[in-house]
Structure formats: structure tokens, C-alpha cells
T-cell receptor, first 119, second 116 residues
Framework: AQSVAQPEDQVNVAEGNPLTVKCTYS??????LFWYVQYPNRGLQFLLK??????LVKGSYGFEAEFNKSQTSFHLKKPSALVSDSALYFC?????????????????FGQGTILTVHP | GAVVSQHPSWVICKSGTSVKIECRSL??????MFWYRQFPKQSLMLMAT?????????EQGVEKDKFLINHASLTLSTLTVTSAHPEDSSFYIC????????????FGPGTRLTVL
């Protein structure tokens, strides 16, 4: 079975500093990895995804993520944080292993990381 | 990115009544739609997966007779909470997916249900 771990419940950074939100995963095959952001009382907004190709993926709002197969990680990064980046961030992996039965095609989410950017 | 709408955005109802939530994919055909439930400061809990034209597949522990899901077209899925009770109060989020492995799953803005 696939799983995603976000080891930090909260991340605090000062505005203008770089930020990293960590994510590690476990899948039986090649991973399809996603990052989403959720603002209060809103649905999830797609930030970026890794399917194949370059390990560094660039996404919306200046975010990027680095896929590291040996460390099974997909950390979200931004060179310079903004106060408006403060939100709840979710890492997710899609199961494309047909042996996974009813979980095929579904996203498995991490528990989420609250990012707070201080002025 | 693709747009998924959800209606209503919030609803308050009395215990025992039924509530219907609509989820629409506005600019792509969603062969698969997912319904999630989210408790405060927690991750999303998948309730069910619906494929257009077929019966929904419910996750373990989710009552299919209480949470009725219909996916009648490639752009519309509905979730009906039947005989709602206060414990059903939650944030419900739908998600639409084209069905192709590498494609992105897009989420609706969510519906806040409060049962009095």
C-alpha cells in the first residue's frame, strides 16, 4: 500500500526567507506525486506535480519541488516566502499499481503541514 | 488549471432532513469524481469514488445508504446526505479527474454542512 508522510505539522518562516515543506512517500511502482495548497474554508488548489523527467518541478506562485528517488522524497520549496503563502499544504501520491485493487488511481494524502510566514 | 465548482458553498439544515451537494467540472470531462470529508485541521478522508454511469465505490466505514452519490454525466456528480444528523456536520470536498494516470485531480471549493 502507498503512503505519504509530512513530518512537520507546522513550519514557520520569516517573509523573504526560503521555505521548505517536507514530504516522503512509499509506493510499489513509479510515483506520481502532487502538491496542493488549501486556504481556510476552501478546497485544494493544485500547485505542481511530478510524473517523469526532470527532478526539479516548477509550479504555481513560484513554488517548486525536488523529486529524490533515492530518498523517496518530494519536498516543496520556495526561494522567498510571502505572507500570503501562509496556508495548509498537502503532499499526495497517486496509486497506479493495479495490484493495489480498489486504491488504483486514487490520491493518498499526507496529514498536511501548516505554513506560517511572518512579516 | 481546470475548474471544479461545488454548490452550495455552505448549508445549514435541521436534523433528519436531506441535503444535496452538486459538483461540476466546468472545462473538462471527469470520468471519475471523488468525494472527501475533512474535519478541522485534518487531512482529507476519501468517502467514495464515482465513475460516470456506474455505481459509486464507497470506502470502508462509509454508509452508502446515508451518503448517496450519483454521477450521471461526465461533468456532474451529486452527494446527498440523507437524514442528516449533527455528527454529519463537516466540510465536504469533491474532486474531478479525467481518468488518465498522469492527469491532475482538481478540487472543488468545498461545502460546509452544519446540521442543527
Amino acid at each position: 500500500a502507498q503512503s505519504v508522510a509530512q513530518p512537520e505539522d507546522q513550519v514557520n518562516v520569516a517573509e523573504g526567507n526560503p521555505l521548505t515543506v517536507k514530504c516522503t512517500y512509499s509506493v510499489s511502482g513509479n510515483p506520481y506525486l502532487f502538491w496542493y495548497v488549501q486556504y481556510p474554508n476552501r478546497g485544494l488548489q493544485f500547485l505542481l506535480k511530478y510524473i517523469t523527467g526532470d527532478n526539479l518541478v516548477k509550479g504555481s506562485y513560484g513554488f517548486e519541488a525536488e523529486f529524490n528517488k533515492s530518498q523517496t522524497s518530494f519536498h516543496l520549496k520556495k526561494p522567498s516566502a510571502l505572507v500570503s503563502d501562509s496556508a495548509l499544504y498537502f503532499c499526495a501520491v497517486r496509486d497506479l499499481n493495479r495490484a493495489g485493487g480498489t486504491s488504483y488511481g486514487k490520491l493518498t494524502f499526507g496529514q498536511g503541514t501548516i505554513l506560517t510566514v511572518h512579516p | 488549471g481546470a475548474v471544479v465548482s461545488q454548490h452550495p458553498s455552505w448549508v445549514i439544515c435541521k436534523s433528519g432532513t436531506s441535503v444535496k451537494i452538486e459538483c461540476r467540472s466546468l472545462d473538462f470531462q471527469a470520468t471519475t469524481m471523488f468525494w472527501y470529508r475533512q474535519f478541522p485541521k485534518q487531512s482529507l478522508m476519501l468517502m467514495a469514488t464515482s465513475n460516470e454511469g456506474s455505481k459509486a465505490t464507497y470506502e470502508q466505514g462509509v454508509e452508502k445508504d446515508k451518503f448517496l452519490i450519483n454521477h450521471a454525466s461526465l461533468t456532474l456528480s451529486t452527494l446527498t446526505v440523507t437524514s442528516a444528523h449533527p455528527e454529519d456536520s463537516s466540510f465536504y470536498i469533491c474532486s474531478a479527474f479525467s481518468g488518465r494516470g498522469a492527469d491532475t485531480q482538481y478540487f472543488g471549493p468545498g461545502t460546509r454542512l452544519t446540521v442543527l
